[in-house]
C-alpha cells in the first residue's frame, strides 16, 4: 500500500504543491514499516490488522446467517453445517469480534494515528511499547489461527466453565491468545495514559483537549484496570485444563460461577473499552458537520469517566439467573440503571449541538447520525435488561444479542466507519468516493436494522440465542434477518470500496477538508513524520467559526490571521470566564 | 387498533408482537415492568428521532443558511436532562426488584418436582417416583423445580412463565412458579451446552384440575405393561444406573459390569461368596452396602423405597438377560408385562383413561 501511495504522491507533486516529507515516504522498504516507532505506521498497520480480523469475524457471521434460513427437524436434520460446525461458527465470529476487532479498533488503530496529533505531541510517550502492543496482537491473533486449524472452538466467546473445562476444542490455545491480546491492550491504555499526562503541549489543559481524548483516555483507564484480571482467569483456565487444578470445575471441588464473576469483572468493563471511544468519534463528528461549538463539553467528558468507573461495578448483572444472591441482583441492578444517566446525557447534547447548525451531509456524518439512532436503541434496550424481573424472561434469547449488536455494531462498528471515513484524508492524504461513501452509510443502515430489529421481537417471544436449530415459528424472522445480514454485507463491502477507490483515485486532500478545530488538522495531509515542527498553537479545540470555506483550495481555512488571533483571545476570556465557577 | 394492540397493548395474558401469552401468576407483573419500560423507551426515542430528523432538516447545509451561535452549556437545562431520566429508572429498577423478589422466593406449601438437566436432555423426577422427559404441572400450584445438572450448566426457560433459572453443577437451583392456563408450551434450555445445545427441548404440560393425578398413574400404568426385559432397561438409563455400570461396552466404570452379574460366583469384602442370583440382585438395589463386591468402592446408594415390586423385577430380568448364557431363559421367564403378577396393584384395564391429551403428550418416550 505505501509503495502505491509514494507513486500517487509523486504523480501530484508537480500540481503546485511543494514536495514534501511526510510518514508514508519518510523512510522506504519492509523494515522500516516493521520496525518503525511512528505511532502513525504503528496505527495504520493496525488498522489493516483489525479490518482483516473484521473481514475474517463478518465471513463467519454470514455463514451462520445463512444456516439460519431453515429451521431443522430433529438433531439429524442438517442443513448446511452441523451441530457442532453451527457452534463453532458462532463462538469464532464473537471471539475474533471481541479480541481481536472492537477492543483495539478505534483505540489502537485510530487512537495511535490520531491521539498524539490531537493532543499536539510527536508521538506516544513510549514507541517502543506501541510496537511491542502491535506484536504482541499478531501474536495473539496467530494463536488464534493456530486454534482454528486445531480443532477450532466451541464453548462460545465467554469460555464459560465447566464447559470450556470438558470440550475437546482447542481451548488452551485460543485462551493463550487471548491472555496475549490482553497484554496488546494493557499495553496501548498504558501508553495513552502515560501520553495525556506527561505529552500536552503548553497550553493544552485537560479541559482543552477534544473529547475524543477524554474517551480514548477513560477507555485506557479500564484497559489498564480491568484486563490483568481477565489475564489471570485465563490463566486459572488453562491452570484447571492442563493440570487439572480444581478452581471453576465443581467435579475437583471449583466452583462454576466464580468463573463467571471472574470473567465478566473484565468483559462488562471491556464493554466500555469497545463504546467509549465510539462516544469520543462521534463528539468530534456531530460538531465538525454541524459547524457548531460542542455544547455541554464538561458534561461529555465527565460522563466519559463517570461510565468508565460505574462499568467496574455492574459485572453482576450478566448473572441475574446464575443463582447469586437476591441482594446482589438487587444491587448490581441499581448501578445498572445508574449507568444508563451519563449516556443519555451524551445522546441529549449531541442533539443540542445540532441545533441551528449547519449540518452536513458528507459520509461521516451519515454514519454519525445512524449512530445516534441505532445506539439510542441500543441504549434503551438496554432498560428492560436492566430492570431485574424482565430480565429473568431475556436473558440468553436473541433479545439480548440484538441489543449488544445495536450497541457493539450500531454504536462501535459505525463510529468506527465514520472515523475511517472523517480522518482517511488525513491518513493517506487523498478523498474517498463521496457518494458511494453516503451510500454505503444508507444501506448499512438499512440493512443493520432489518438484521437485527427481528431479533428483538424473536428474543422477546422466547428464541434462545445460540441455537442452531428453532422452532418453525420463528422462521420468517430469521429469514428477515438473513436477508438483512446481506444488505449489511453488501453495504461494508461498498464501504471498502469507496475508502480504497480514494487511495488510488480521490482528490489529493487538503490539511483541513472538514472544517475541524481540532489539532490534527493544522498539520498537513498526510502529517509530517514528526506532526508537528514547533509546539502548536493550542486553542478552544471547538472554536470552528473560526474557520472558513475556502473554495480556490477546497479546504477550510483559518479567518484573516489576525482576526483569529483576537478571536481566539477573546474566546479565552469568555472560556475562563464560564469555566471559573 | 388491532394493529395498535398487537404492538403495544394486548389484552390481559394474549400474546402480542412482541410477548408470548401469560401463562404463571409471576407473569402478569414481568409483563407489566415490560409495558413500563417499552413506552418509556419509546417516548424517549420518538423525542430523540424527533428532534434528530427535525434538525436535519431544518438546518441542512444549505444556501443562504448559516449556522447560529447557541449558548456551548446550559446548566439548568443539562441538569434537567440528567435529573428526570434518574427520577423514572428509580421507578424502573423497584418495578423490577419487587417482580423479581416474588419470583426468587418460592412459597411455603409446593409441588416439588426434581429436575436432573444433562447433555442433552431433561429428566423430571416426580413426587412418586415417576421420571419423565417432559415437565408435567397440575394447574394453580405452587410448584418449585429442584434442579442439578450431571454434566455442564444448563438453564431451563419456559417462556409463556417468563421463568428462567440456570443449572449448575454440584449445587441445586431452584425455580418455582404457578402455572395459571392448562395447555402444552414449550421448555428450553437457554445456556450453551454443546454440540446438541438447540435440541434441548422438551414441552411444559399443564393440567386441569385432577388431570397431574391421572397422568402419573397412568405413567405407572405404562411401567405396568411394560415388558419387564425392556422396562428394566428404560429404568438402567433414565435412574443413574448407567453413570457406574457397563452395558454392551457404555457406561460408567465404578460398579461392576452387567455382564457377569447374574449366574457367577462372587466375591464379597466381609470374606464371604455368593452366586449372583434374584434375591443377590434384590438386595444390592435396596440394601447395597451388605454386600460389596471386592475391588468396587462401597458407593452405591440405596433404591430402597424408589422402586415398585414391578421395577425391581425389572431389573432383576433386564440384569439377568444381560449376561449371553441366561438371556435366553430371561426372555422367556419375563415375556409378561412387569405388572401382570400383581394384578391386586395395577388398576384394571378398563380403568384406563382414552389416553386423550395426556396420551398425546407422552408419546415422546425416547
Request: net charge negative; glycine share 8%; hydrophobic share 40%.
Given at each position: 500500500?505505501?509503495?502505491?501511495?509514494?507513486?500517487?504522491?509523486?504523480?501530484?507533486?508537480?500540481?503546485?504543491?511543494?514536495?514534501?516529507?511526510?510518514?508514508?515516504?519518510?523512510?522506504?522498504?519492509f523494515l522500516s514499516w516493521a520496525l518503525t516507532l511512528d505511532h502513525k505506521r504503528i496505527g495504520v498497520m493496525y488498522l489493516c490488522a483489525v479490518c482483516s480480523a473484521f473481514l475474517l469475524g463478518g465471513i463467519f457471521a454470514m455463514l451462520l446467517r445463512t444456516e439460519l434460513l431453515m429451521p431443522k427437524n430433529g438433531p439429524e436434520d442438517v442443513f448446511l453445517f452441523t451441530r457442532d460446525a453451527y457452534n463453532q461458527l458462532f463462538t469464532l465470529h464473537g471471539a475474533i469480534m471481541v479480541f481481536l476487532f472492537i477492543i483495539p479498533g478505534i483505540p489502537a488503530a485510530l487512537g495511535n494515528f490520531i491521539l498524539p496529533i490531537m493532543l499536539g505531541a510527536k508521538d506516544v510517550a513510549f514507541p517502543r511499547l506501541n510496537l511491542c502492543s502491535f506484536y504482541l496482537w499478531l501474536v495473539g491473533a496467530l494463536f488464534f489461527v493456530l486454534m482454528l486449524v486445531t480443532g477450532g472452538l466451541d464453548t462460545g466467546w465467554t469460555f464459560y466453565t465447566p464447559y470450556s473445562t470438558s470440550t475437546s476444542t482447542a481451548v488452551v490455545t485460543a485462551v493463550f491468545g487471548a491472555f496475549i491480546l490482553g497484554f496488546s491492550s494493557i499495553f496501548t491504555g498504558l501508553n495513552f495514559i502515560v501520553t495525556v499526562h506527561t505529552m500536552r503541549p503548553p497550553g493544552m489543559t485537560w479541559f482543552r483537549m477534544p473529547l475524543f481524548l477524554w474517551a480514548i483516555y477513560s477507555t485506557a483507564l479500564v484497559q489498564v484496570l480491568a484486563t490483568p484480571v481477565l489475564a489471570i482467569t485465563l490463566l486459572l483456565l488453562i491452570a484447571e485444563r492442563t493440570l487439572g487444578i480444581g478452581i471453576f470445575d465443581p467435579a475437583l471441588g471449583g466452583d462454576p460461577v466464580l468463573f463467571q464473576h471472574f470473567f465478566w469483572f473484565y468483559s462488562h468493563p471491556a464493554v466500555y473499552i469497545m463504546i467509549l471511544p465510539a462516544f469520543g468519534v462521534i463528539s468530534e463528528l456531530i460538531t465538525t458537520f454541524s459547524r457548531k461549538h460542542i455544547f455541554g463539553y464538561r458534561f461529555i467528558a465527565?460522563?466519559?469517566?463517570?461510565?468508565?468507573?460505574?462499568?467496574?461495578?455492574?459485572?453482576?448483572?450478566?448473572?441475574?439467573?446464575?443463582?447469586?444472591?437476591?441482594?446482589?441482583?438487587?444491587?448490581?441492578?441499581?448501578?445498572?440503571?445508574?449507568?444508563?444517566i451519563p449516556t443519555a446525557i451524551k445522546i441529549f447534547n449531541w442533539l443540542a449541538t445540532m441545533y441551528k447548525g449547519s449540518i452536513s451531509y458528507a459520509t461521516p456524518m451519515c454514519y454519525a447520525l445512524a449512530f445516534i439512532f441505532l445506539f439510542t436503541i441500543g441504549g434503551l434496550t438496554g432498560l428492560p435488561l436492566g430492570t431485574l424481573s424482565t430480565d429473568i424472561h431475556l436473558h440468553d434469547?436473541?433479545?439480548?444479542?440484538a441489543h449488544f449488536h445495536y450497541v457493539m455494531m450500531g454504536g462501535t462498528l459505525?463510529?468506527?466507519?465514520?472515523?475511517?471515513?472523517?480522518?482517511?484524508?488525513?491518513?493517506?492524504?487523498?478523498?474517498?468516493h463521496e457518494r458511494l461513501g453516503q451510500i454505503s452509510a444508507v444501506i448499512v443502515f438499512l440493512g443493520f436494522n432489518a438484521t437485527f430489529f427481528p431479533q428483538f421481537i424473536m428474543g422477546a417471544k422466547g428464541m434462545p440465542r445460540r441455537y442452531a436449530n428453532y422452532l418453525p415459528e420463528y422462521h420468517a424472522w430469521h429469514v428477515a434477518s438473513t436477508i438483512g445480514a446481506y444488505t449489511l454485507g453488501i453495504g461494508l463491502v461498498i464501504a471498502a470500496i469507496a475508502l480504497i477507490w480514494g487511495l488510488y483515485r480521490g482528490k489529493r486532500a487538503p490539511a483541513n477538508p472538514w472544517g475541524s478545530a481540532t489539532l490534527e488538522w493544522q498539520c498537513s495531509s498526510p502529517p509530517p513524520h514528526n506532526n508537528f515542527d514547533a509546539p502548536p498553537v493550542v486553542g478552544d479545540p471547538y472554536a470552528i467559526h473560526q474557520l472558513v470555506y475556502d473554495p480556490d483550495q477546497s479546504a477550510w481555512v483559518p479567518r484573516q490571521e489576525k482576526i483569529v488571533e483576537s478571536e481566539a483571545m477573546l474566546e479565552r476570556h469568555t472560556d475562563a470566564g464560564t469555566t471559573g465557577h | 387498533m388491532t394493529l395498535f394492540r398487537l404492538l403495544a397493548l394486548p389484552a390481559a395474558g394474549e400474546a402480542s408482537l412482541w410477548l408470548p401469552e401469560q401463562a404463571s401468576t409471576v407473569a402478569a407483573s414481568v409483563d407489566e415492568a415490560w409495558w413500563l419500560v417499552y413506552w418509556v423507551s419509546a417516548v424517549f426515542f420518538a423525542i430523540i428521532v424527533v428532534a434528530q430528523v427535525y434538525f436535519m432538516w431544518a438546518y441542512r447545509r444549505r444556501a443562504g443558511w448559516t449556522e447560529q451561535k447557541t449558548a456551548h452549556h446550559n446548566f439548568p437545562l443539562e441538569l434537567t436532562w440528567s435529573i428526570i431520566p434518574s427520577l423514572i429508572i428509580v421507578v424502573m429498577f423497584v418495578k423490577g426488584f419487587l417482580g423479581f423478589l416474588d419470583m426468587r422466593m418460592p412459597p411455603a406449601d409446593t409441588y416439588d418436582i426434581t429436575v436432573v438437566a444433562r447433555k442433552w436432555s431433561w429428566s423430571f423426577i416426580y413426587p412418586n417416583g415417576v421420571v419423565h422427559p417432559e415437565l408435567h404441572v397440575p394447574v394453580d400450584r405452587n410448584v418449585?423445580?429442584?434442579?442439578?445438572?450431571?454434566?455442564?450448566?444448563?438453564?431451563l426457560f419456559v417462556p409463556v412463565f417468563r421463568v428462567k433459572q440456570d443449572i449448575v453443577p454440584g449445587r441445586y437451583n431452584y425455580l418455582w412458579f404457578n402455572a395459571t392456563k392448562p395447555g402444552t408450551y414449550d421448555l428450553e434450555?437457554?445456556?450453551?451446552?454443546?454440540?446438541?445445545?438447540?435440541?434441548?427441548?422438551?414441552?411444559?404440560?399443564?393440567?386441569?384440575?385432577?388431570?397431574?393425578?391421572?397422568?402419573?398413574?397412568d405413567r405407572i400404568e405404562d411401567i405396568m405393561k411394560m415388558p419387564p426385559i425392556e422396562l428394566g432397561t428404560l429404568l438402567y438409563n433414565q435412574r443413574g444406573c448407567s453413570q457406574c455400570h457397563m452395558v454392551d461396552g457404555k457406561g460408567g466404570t465404578v460398579g461392576p459390569k452387567f455382564e457377569q452379574t447374574f449366574g457367577n460366583?462372587?466375591?464379597?469384602?466381609?470374606?464371604?461368596?455368593?452366586?449372583?442370583?434374584?434375591?443377590?440382585?434384590?438386595?444390592?438395589?435396596?440394601?447395597?452396602?451388605?454386600?460389596?463386591?471386592?475391588?468396587?468402592?462401597?458407593?452405591?446408594?440405596?433404591?430402597?423405597?424408589?422402586f415398585r415390586e414391578a421395577e425391581i423385577r425389572g431389573l432383576i430380568a433386564f440384569i439377568k438377560s444381560q449376561n449371553p448364557k441366561f438371556k435366553a431363559e430371561a426372555e422367556r421367564e419375563y415375556a409378561k408385562p412387569a405388572g401382570e403378577t400383581e394384578a391386586g396393584d395395577a388398576s384394571p384395564d378398563s380403568d384406563l383413561p382414552d389416553g386423550?391429551?395426556?396420551?398425546?403428550?407422552?408419546?415422546?418416550e425416547n
Open positions: 500500500m505505501a509503495t502505491i501511495l509514494e507513486t500517487r504522491h509523486a504523480d501530484v507533486m508537480p500540481l503546485g504543491h511543494a514536495p514534501q516529507d511526510n510518514y508514508l515516504t519518510h523512510g522506504r522498504g465527565y460522563s466519559s469517566v463517570a461510565i468508565a468507573i460505574l462499568g467496574f461495578l455492574v459485572w453482576a448483572h450478566h448473572m441475574f439467573v446464575s443463582g447469586q444472591s437476591a441482594i446482589s441482583a438487587m444491587v448490581f441492578s441499581a448501578i445498572t440503571f445508574t449507568i444508563s434469547t436473541y433479545f439480548v444479542v459505525i463510529a468506527f466507519l465514520g472515523a475511517l471515513f472523517y480522518w482517511w484524508p488525513k491518513m493517506f492524504g487523498r478523498m474517498y | 418449585k423445580l429442584v434442579m442439578s445438572s450431571d454434566d455442564v450448566i444448563h438453564s434450555c437457554t445456556e450453551y451446552c454443546g454440540t446438541n445445545h438447540s435440541e434441548m427441548r422438551t414441552k411444559t404440560v399443564v393440567h386441569e384440575p385432577g388431570g397431574m393425578e391421572r397422568w402419573l398413574e460366583r462372587h466375591q464379597f469384602t466381609d470374606g464371604s461368596q455368593a452366586v449372583g442370583d434374584e434375591n443377590y440382585i434384590r438386595e444390592s438395589v435396596m440394601n447395597p452396602q451388605a454386600q460389596v463386591r471386592t475391588g468396587f468402592p462401597p458407593t452405591m446408594p440405596t433404591y430402597k423405597g424408589l386423550g391429551a395426556n396420551g398425546a403428550a407422552s408419546a415422546d
